[in-house]
């Protein structure tokens, strides 16, 4: 979650009730049980009945479902970087933390140290390598 939280506080999104933290925990909580290979809506509706016993506004919660349900998709590692070395954000708020819920879970990989590097179903441009710490720091 660290790299979310850093690049929402970059661009001075409302991080009040931990945004970053939530979205991180629950992002893949869908893998366990997705329904037509598409664990991003899975874990969106686990994440939206687990939130709703806590005391998080609807507001929040929609949010934090909609960035959950829209962070899959592998993007270009050079676009990326420019999204993060430009602190880009999106048209609006849900598309904004989406965007950098999808950054932040492709950078978490660890592409340069993978043993299955080479038989990857990753492209070359997909994979992460080290630049992306000094970025971010």
Same mark, same amino acid.
Request: negative net charge.
């Given at each position: 979650?660290?790299?979310?939280?850093?690049?929402?506080?970059?661009?001075?999104l409302?991080?009040?009730?931990?945004?970053?933290? !939530?979205?991180a925990?629950?992002?893949?909580?869908?893998?366990?049980?997705?329904?037509?290979?598409?664990?991003?809506?899975?874990?969106s509706?686990?994440?939206?009945?687990?939130?709703?016993?806590?005391?998080?506004?609807?507001?929040? !919660? *929609?949010?934090?479902?909609?960035?959950? *349900?829209?962070?899959?998709?592998?993007? *270009?590692?050079?676009?990326?970087?420019?999204?993060? *070395?430009?602190?880009?954000?999106?048209?609006?708020?849900?598309?904004?933390?989406?965007?950098?819920?999808? !950054?932040?879970?492709?950078?978490?990989?660890?592409?340069?140290?993978?043993?299955?590097?080479?038989?990857?179903?990753?492209?070359?441009?997909?994979?992460?390598?080290?630049?992306?710490?000094?970025?971010?720091?």
């Amino acid at each position: 979650y660290q790299i979310l939280n850093i690049l929402s506080t970059r661009r001075n999104l409302d991080n009040s009730c931990d945004l970053s933290k !939530i979205m991180a925990y629950f992002h893949d909580i869908g893998r366990a049980d997705s329904y037509d290979g598409a664990h991003d809506k899975c874990s969106s509706d686990f994440a939206r009945v687990l939130l709703g016993e806590y005391k998080l506004a609807k507001e929040e !919660i *929609d949010l934090i479902c909609y960035a959950i *349900d829209n962070h899959s998709g592998r993007i *270009d590692v050079q676009e990326a970087y420019y999204y993060i *070395d430009n602190n880009m954000v999106e048209d609006n708020l849900v598309d904004t933390w989406a965007k950098l819920l999808r !950054i932040s879970d492709q950078l978490s990989r660890k592409c340069y140290i993978c043993k299955a590097n080479e038989v990857c179903k990753w492209l070359e441009g997909e994979k992460t390598n080290e630049n992306w710490k000094q970025r971010i720091c």
